[in-house]
């Protein structure tokens, strides 16, 4: 159906770097993404707005790997970059999620449409802790710290609930 392409891509979406070498990279992700919109793009148009985003993601994530080779110096230009890259993983997100809703609507599926939303909530609310946390972290380093070991555990858990939502998609609109 093309949901289990979307469960991959956020596994792929999850950082996990040794030695600064990101061993899961966005890239993939975002292929797997746009793989899966390609399935789902006519069972829902949230599926065709999260596809044309995936593809400018695909772009940045490799803009992003060139920029770890040489990185700017500008703080600024970082966190405008970041900005950047979150809103639209919102957009994508957004619509995921809205595309399970409507999907879920339509088959009168009232409990699994209310999870959906709910778990694009809970993905904004971590994106949005991220991002104030960025902004706070050239004042308060220290605070800065906790909070982001306390924001890598909550995002590790809210892509690990998103894969699974993509998982019962799977199953649960397939009939």
């Given amino acids: 159906m093309g949901f289990m392409h979307l469960f991959w ?7 996990i770097r040794i030695n600064q070498f990101d061993i899961l990279p966005d890239v993939i992700g975002y ?3 746009f793989l899966g919109f390609v399935r789902l793009e006519r069972r829902s148009s949230h599926f065709r707005s999260a596809k044309t985003v995936s593809v ?5 994530s490799v803009v992003t790997l060139i920029l770890e080779l040489s990185p700017p110096t500008s703080w600024l230009f ?4 970041q ?10 997100v957004f619509h995921i999620c809205y ?9 009168g599926h009232r409990a699994f449409q209310n999870k959906a939303v709910q778990r694009w909530r809970w993905f904004l609310a971590v994106i949005a802790a991220t991002f104030v946390v960025m902004l706070i972290a050239p004042l308060v380093p220290g605070l800065a710290i906790v909070l982001a070991l306390a924001l ?3 995002s590790v ?9 993509m998982q019962e998609a799977e199953h649960v609109l397939r009939r």
Avoid: E, S, T
Wanted: glycine fraction near 8%.
């Fill in 9 to 15: 891509g956020f596994l792929f979406l999850i950082d």
């Fill in 31 to 33: 292929v797997l993404f």
């Fill in 56 to 60: 400018a993601l695909i772009i940045l």
């Fill in 78 to 81: 970082m966190f405008l970059y």
């Fill in 83 to 92: 900005a950047v890259v979150f809103i639209l993983n919102l957009y994508m």
């Fill in 99 to 107: 595309g399970i809703g409507d999907m879920a609507g339509r088959k």
């Fill in 152 to 154: 890598m555990i909550a």
């Fill in 157 to 165: 858990c809210i892509h690990v609930l998103m894969m699974l939502l």
